[in-house]
């Protein structure tokens, strides 16, 4: 794998779909070799709110759309709480191929390391650079790393708008998926939703 990820598997013409095209094609780190296919972002191409999660899920890689499992089920009911509908906003990951360990017929979600988080971020940057929200809800650990930098902590700065450019902000918060593992998942999603409605406060 040479240094420079999915760089050179950027298209010419630099639109979302031609993106989206390109990205099927991408082998920037190696995790395209045992995922089913690239899971691009999906959604309005001037979206004023984006949603960045970690990467797709078991069910994101065999349908090749991003939060369509049981976390994107959950992410729906909380957006649709917090008054905004799901067709109106952008979805992507921060790394767009699954990780994952086999375990008998199971696909177990690996986390990403920073490499394959760092090969696939010229696909994000571009992204955000196309959509240019007004808001960016970063989901979790990973997708803070990548738009934030490795010394951001989601647990200390959670629901904290973090400026982008002028008019437009970061706000962090955890990834759906860590409510389905929560001990208190009633707890969890609250706090979730708190968070997602001061991202919607922004707008």
């Known amino acids: 794998m040479g240094n420079s990820g999915a760089q050179r598997f950027l ?3 630099i639109s979302l779909p031609a993106l989206r095209e390109a990205a099927r094609h991408c082998e920037g780190c190696d995790l395209y070799r045992a995922a089913t296919q690239t899971v691009f972002g999906e ?3 001037d979206a004023r709110l984006m949603l960045v999660g970690e ?15 049981p976390a994107g089920r959950l992410l729906d009911k ?7 509908e799901r067709e ?7 790394v767009k191929h699954f990780k994952y360990e086999p375990r008998g017929k199971r696909r177990i979600h690996q986390k990403p390391t920073v490499g394959e988080i760092n090969a696939c971020r010229p696909w994000l940057e571009t992204e955000m650079r196309l959509v240019d929200p007004e808001v960016t809800v970063v989901l979790g650990a990973t997708a803070a790393r990548a738009l ?13 708008p973090v400026p982008r450019r ?4 970061y706000v962090a918060t955890i990834h759906p998926s860590a409510i389905l593992r929560s001990p208190d998942r009633d707890e969890a999603y609250s706090g979730f939703l708190t968070d997602l409605k001061v991202a919607t406060g922004l707008l």
């Open 11 to 13: 298209p010419a013409e």
């Open 148 to 160: 934030l930098g490795p010394d951001f902590r989601v647990t200390r700065h959670r629901g904290e």
């Open 78 to 84: 909380a957006l649709e709480e917090a008054g905004i």
């Open 55 to 69: 990467q797709p899920g078991d069910q994101e890689d065999r349908e090749g759309a991003p939060f369509v499992g």
């Open 166 to 169: 002028e008019g437009a902000y």
């Open 88 to 94: 109106a906003v952008y979805v992507t990951n921060a």
């Open 43 to 45: 959604g309005v191409p």
